[in-house]
């Protein structure tokens, strides 16, 4: 599919970005299939809430969130590798992860319905512009 959304990582637990980084506008909360590459398990698709903006097809998704129920899918799924690194590759249709969560849908299935990101960034804080004091 073709890539939809920009991607932000947000590590900061005390930023929770009601308004959107790029355009200011109010954010909605909206639940996302993000597919996960995961080493050594491989495509492990999952669901997790994310600050969405709609104006600007801006995902935020909270590092520390996304990360527990990461953890929960794979103690359920691959009790060995829950403290795996990951790469977040892109978002799938909800209703394909509901026919994986199922176990009706297989890999082929997952890759022809992932889009990839059309970028992907982890959020860094930035020292504020002092130049005019």
Not at 41 to 54: A, K
Not at 65 to 88: C, H, M, R, W
Request: proline residues 5%; positive net charge.
């Amino acid at each position: 599919m073709e890539p939809r959304y920009t991607c932000y990582l947000n590590p900061f637990v005390d930023l929770r970005f009601s308004r959107c980084p790029n355009c200011e506008g109010r954010t909605q909360i909206r639940r996302f299939a993000l597919v996960v590459h995961v080493d050594p398990v491989g495509i492990f698709p999952t669901r997790v809430s994310c600050r969405w903006c709609r104006a600007c097809s801006v995902v935020i998704v909270h590092q520390r969130e996304f990360e527990n129920t990461l953890k929960a899918g794979l103690a359920a799924a691959s009790p060995g590798q829950v403290d795996s690194n990951y790469v977040i590759i892109g978002s799938l249709e909800m209703r394909i992860w509901a026919r994986m969560s199922r176990g009706v849908a297989d890999l082929a299935t997952v890759r022809r319905w992932t889009s990839d990101f059309l970028s992907f960034a982890k959020l860094e804080r930035t020292a504020p512009d002092r130049t005019g004091d």
